[in-house]
């Protein structure tokens, strides 16, 4: 059956530049929508891991349409980060009134509707995408490094979704309603980004894949499900058939990530042949390999595309977090893992979070069960990392990112660093045929 969207057009008059409605079936041709993007004499895309700023010489968002690009508001130092919202009648981004300003959240319809302020951050709040149900989420600049937060439009409510240390930036809102994140690795510790995905109330924390490449950023879903993403030797791809990623076949260069399918094998994708060029626009055909510039400048980096079309609204995410102070862990298997780990060596696990210095503080320990499982009580919204321990309590395996559990979380992992695509043996685990009761090891 096929679905009737509700299409926005940009129509010329006399009177100016009108939106009018009209109707368009699923196959509508999002390659005769607008496009926003970000302009930007200089970009550094990895500063934010440092809590630096990507825009050191500042930026505008332009909307190109019929072959003309304009600016999308005025009267701001700098602009960055566009983003559609479902319907395709608005945009999200970040601004700054002057240039010693924090950059703010801010929206504006489109094409010519007056901007409204989001956020009112103490420190920059950047990089803002739609989310279901009337919230949106963002990076927020605290204490020298970027957390992902989340936030009512109306109420202004806000919610923190990140504990790690170091930063993270979002870069997609996937359609079964996780927030597709980078950060570093391993997360919180590492100086190269890669991928993870989160809930939208912060539970559920995850690697989108466990290959872990050398450098994994900007991605963005596609129609297949797929996500897109710029890696260190072009662009990359993680399929849900495969538990790693593959490369796409692409021009040789480098790609900026925000990769945009516009409509079956044309993408519009930020490119540039080397360092010393800047990103450019370019309408690529990924069937004939049709490779052309669609925006660009000497003088300018032309990054972050998006469609200003109707698209679907993700799914919502329910959250089943309890009203507790703790969240509680089931590990099935600690064997099952992405290391090669000798069956009956795992004795133990001790548990770590971080002191005021960001030193790694033991939490307890507890015993491992001979199918590998265990069961604890853990601190909500404190950093956290496992190490597995033979029987003479000498080290296995010991993580060397961190993760989080929001208050109030319930989660069962498969096991350990096992990956997001392994599925659980059908057994009971034998921890809990031994106790229902986890061992607390919340430090209190």
Known sequence: MRVALFAMLLVMTAAGAVWVGVLANSSFNQSSAPMVYTAAPQCDREAWLRGGERFPAGAQVMVRDDGTSRALVAGFAATADPSVSFDGTRVLFAAKRGAEDPWQVWEVAVPHGEPKQITKCTGDCVRPFYLPGGRLVYAQKMQGRFVLQSAEFESAETLQLYYAPGSAMPTDVLRDGRILFEAEFPLGTGLSPEIYTVYSDGSG????????????????????????????????????????????????????????????????????????????????????????????????????????????????????????????????????????????????????????????????????????????????????????????????????????????????????????????????????????????????
């Open 205 to 444: 924390v995850e690697s989108y894949r466990c290959d872990h490449g050398l450098r994994r950023q900007a991605g963005k879903q596609i129609a297949s499900g797929d996500i897109v993403f710029a890696g260190e030797k072009g662009l990359g791809r993680f399929t849900s058939a495969l538990a790693h990623q593959v490369d796409v076949k692409a021009p040789a260069g480098e790609f900026a990530g925000d990769a945009v399918q516009v409509r079956g094998e044309e993408w519009v994708v930020a490119w540039r042949a080397d360092a010393k060029s800047p990103y450019a626009l370019q309408s690529w055909n990924t069937k004939t390999g049709s490779f052309t510039t669609l925006v660009g400048a000497s003088d300018a980096n032309m990054l972050q595309p998006a469609v200003v079309a109707p698209r679907a609204v993700p799914n919502q995410h329910p959250s089943g977090l309890h009203e507790w102070s703790y969240a509680n862990l089931l590990c099935l298997n600690a064997y099952t893992s992405r290391h090669t780990i000798a069956a009956g060596s795992i004795a133990a696990m001790k548990l770590y979070t971080t002191d005021e210095k960001g030193r790694a503080k033991l939490l307890g320990s507890s015993p491992v069960e001979r199918d590998g499982s265990f069961y604890v009580q853990v601190p909500g919204e404190k950093p956290l990392q496992i190490e597995l321990l033979n029987t003479q309590g000498k080290t296995v395996a010991r993580e060397r990112g961190w993760w989080w559990m929001r208050k109030g979380e319930q989660r069962i992992c498969v096991g350990c660093h096992a990956g997001p695509e392994r599925a659980p043996e059908n057994a009971v685990p034998a921890v809990l045929v031994k106790s229902i009761k986890p061992v607390v090891m919340t430090g209190k």
